[in-house]
Structure formats: structure tokens, C-alpha cells
């Protein structure tokens, strides 16, 4: 499994294309061709990038555990699935275009901020991505919190 680690930022061209950066393709087996699937973050501003392998685990890991006889169930796949894109860097540059409704979705304009986040890469729009930074204290307290 791929690890991301790292923030690199990057700006749209005119035709919303980004170039992925080289330090997340580098971590890819050079011998497949890379896809990724890309999707909002169901809590942050912010787009989530997977692997295509890192995305097939999770949405198997969650299909598991639907009833697909159960309304909701299939109401919540129905959702889970809907505004997803498939993209795959060009040969050249390793620019990737992301459909503009993603982007708007999290209020891209031009600059943006990779973010390694583990097991996927979170893009943002630069100005949300500093906005949504916690300051040191703030992390100190949430670890508290949740690591006791």
C-alpha cells in the first residue's frame, strides 16, 4: 500500500489540468499505469485522491457491510458512488484534469495544496487549505482527547 506523506502546491492552467507531483507518482509501481479516483471529503473542503487499489479496499470494505435489500442501504451506495472520477496522469508532464464540479465543489480557482494524508492525498483550494490548518495547541488538546 502507498503512503503519501507531504504538502506540494500546484496551480490549474486554463484548462483546469494540474500537474501531480513527481514525489507522490515516484511512490508508484512503475509498472502499472497510475489511476486515481477522486472524491469530496464528507466532512472536509477538501477533495480525496486514492489509489485505484487503495480505492477498491475501502468501497469493498464498506459494500460488505450494506444490505443491498435494505432501502437505506442502497440509498447510502447510491450516494457513496455518486461524484466520482476516474483520472490518470498524461505520459508527459503527469498533469491530471480533475472535473471542474470537484473543483468547484471545494472552491478551487487556481492555486491548490497536495496533501499527503497516508493512504490517500487530500487536494485543496490553497486559501482553505491554511484556513483549516490547526495550530499546535489545538493538536496538542485533540490528541488528548482521543489518544488519552
Known amino acids: 500500500m502507498t ?3 507531504g504538502e506540494y502546491k500546484a496551480r490549474t492552467d486554463d484548462k483546469g489540468r494540474l500537474v501531480f507531483p513527481s514525489a507522490f507518482k515516484a511512490l508508484m509501481d512503475p509498472e502499472k499505469p497510475v489511476r486515481l479516483v477522486v472524491k469530496k471529503d464528507l466532512f472536509a473542503p477538501c477533495l480525496d485522491i ?8 475501502e468501497s469493498e470494505s464498506i459494500k ?13 451506495w447510491r450516494g457513496y458512488m455518486s461524484g466520482r472520477a476516474i483520472v490518470e496522469p498524461d505520459g508527459k508532464v ?7 464540479q470537484l473543483l468547484d465543489s471545494i472552491g478551487v480557482e487556481k492555486d ?4 499527503g494524508n497516508d493512504h490517500k492525498i487530500e487536494l485543496w483550494a490553497r486559501e482553505r487549505f ?3 490548518r490547526m ?5 496538542v488538546a485533540l490528541a488528548e482527547k482521543i489518544l488519552g
Do not use: C, M, Q
Open 3 to 5: 503512503k503519501f506523506v
Open 135 to 139: 495550530d499546535g495547541e489545538e493538536f
Open 64 to 76: 460488505s457491510r450494506l444490505n443491498f435489500f435494505n432501502r437505506d442501504h442502497d440509498r447510502f
Open 112 to 115: 491548490v495544496v497536495f496533501a
Open 130 to 132: 491554511e484556513e483549516a
Open 94 to 100: 503527469g498533469r491530471i484534469t480533475i472535473p471542474r
Open 50 to 57: 486514492y489509489t485505484y487499489e487503495e480505492w477498491e479496499r
